[in-house]
């Protein structure tokens, strides 16, 4: 008898502790007893800090993967979750799956509850190219155009470019290629406003890729360059340019740019003393003579090589017929 008494005062000790974990569980759980008279806050997933007044990097994944994630949120009964990428709303819900072309993107995550509480996390989207796509780099001066200019978009893979857009308007282009330095050129629409505008490029076969952002303004971006020479210089193929022959390896270096600023009916080329292609080191027939017609800019990128060759055939020449230069610069 005391046998069953005491089974019995142990079961009922059981279940009255089980009772009081199972409350005790229930009223610490914020999803039941938070209202709508509470702060929303976004508990998952961690947003990164920010750094020098930048959002940090939130995903970055290869074009062929979608922006996947899910937030928790409280009070999850009386809040909304909205998703937007450069300020333009993709998605609401707790989840997003959502397509995106290579680029960076601002993607802000808005908590707001039925009594209009609202917070919100900023981060950057990173999508990167595949190998192969064209992949235009990030020089100010593709970055910053002006409308009706003729601007040049340089990067890797941009043979398969035949087609630009940005801002709803479209232009055709042109591949020049400069081998690592190779790029399109196109006509910025006239008729464009001003703003900043996110670039698509296009294929022969209609294949779009991301190029990231474009600024179109009123004034093309400053370069800044030091004159090495100015003046009136007519260049035939007896009388090169020789002004700057000898100083030429003291005044630049490898990376570079120097540029001769031209006008005339002609054709022409930086080369060492020996009359060979300061890049490439190939001679005539193979020499490759920039055809002028009115006023142009000769322009090349030194290289180490370039360097080399200048070093060891005397110096550098502007050579070529029917052309005179009024400027010779270096940035």
Known sequence: M????????????????NFALTSCSSDDDPFITASENDEPRILDPYFPDWVDGQPGVFKNFSRD?????TVVVTPAN??????????EQVAEGLTINHTLLAGEYTLKVVATTTMGKETSRTSLVQVRPLEGDPTPGNDIRDRQVVPGSVVKLHGTNMDKVTKI???GKEAVTTFVDKG???????????????????????DAAGNVYGGNKIVVSNEAPEVLEETLWEGSFNVTWGTPF?????????LVKAGKIVRAYV?????????????NNILTGKGDPERGDIMISGSAVLEYELTDYSMQLMNEQNGALFVGDGYTIIKVTVE
């Open 165 to 167: 857009s940005f801002g």
């Open 180 to 202: 690592d330095k190779s790029y399109v050129e196109y006509t910025v629409p006239a008729d464009l406003a001003l703003g900043t505008y996110r670039v698509t490029l296009y």
């Open 65 to 69: 993967l979608n922006l996947e994630a």
């Open 78 to 87: 009386f809040t909304t979750v909205t998703w937007l990428i450069d300020d």
């Open 263 to 275: 006008n005339g009916n002609g054709q022409g080329a930086m080369t060492t003393a020996w009359w």
């Open 242 to 250: 020789d002004q700057l022959k000898d100083q030429f390896p003291n």
């Open 2 to 17: 005391m046998k069953k008494i005491y089974f019995l005062a142990t079961l009922m000790l059981l279940m009255t502790s």
